[in-house]
């Protein structure tokens, strides 16, 4: 069992950053693929960024590339989200997730086995 548990989220203006963080405890994640992923209501989960285990590839979705970047601190069961230029439109939920299966990058919020319980950000213009 993993317990996921998201930070950092908040309310910032256009353009404004922030950093999210995703604390794991019960057991080390270092062995699993890592994601972000976002939702607003009434909208299915959407995929925004992968790490993998190592942390040596990642995978992002395109509206947020070269705006944000997935990183993780394996010593500290940690894994990060930095978002830059920030847009209305990324103002959602934003959840953590681990996936057991090391063989691929999967981008579909079904293929992972843990989640943590969100943190809202909120971006206005």
């Known amino acids: 069992q993993v317990q996921l548990a998201e930070s950092g989220g908040g309310s910032v203006q256009a353009g404004g950053s922030l950093r999210l963080s995703c604390a794991a405890s019960?057991?080390?994640?270092?062995?699993?693929?890592m994601g972000w992923f976002r939702q607003v209501l009434g909208k299915e989960r959407e995929f925004v960024a992968i790490i993998t285990w190592s942390g040596g590839s990642t995978y992002y979705t395109d509206s947020v590339k070269g705006r944000f970047t997935i990183s993780r601190d394996n010593a500290k069961n940690t894994m990060y989200l930095h978002m830059n230029s920030l847009k209305p439109e990324d103002t959602a939920v934003y959840y953590c997730?681990?996936?057991?299966?090391?063989?691929?990058?999967?981008?579909?919020?079904?293929?992972?086995?843990?989640w943590g319980q969100g943190t809202q950000v909120t971006v206005s213009s």
């Open positions: 997730a681990a996936d057991r299966s090391s063989i691929t990058l999967d981008t579909q919020a079904r293929e992972y086995d843990y």
């Open positions: 019960g057991r080390t994640i270092s062995n699993y693929n």
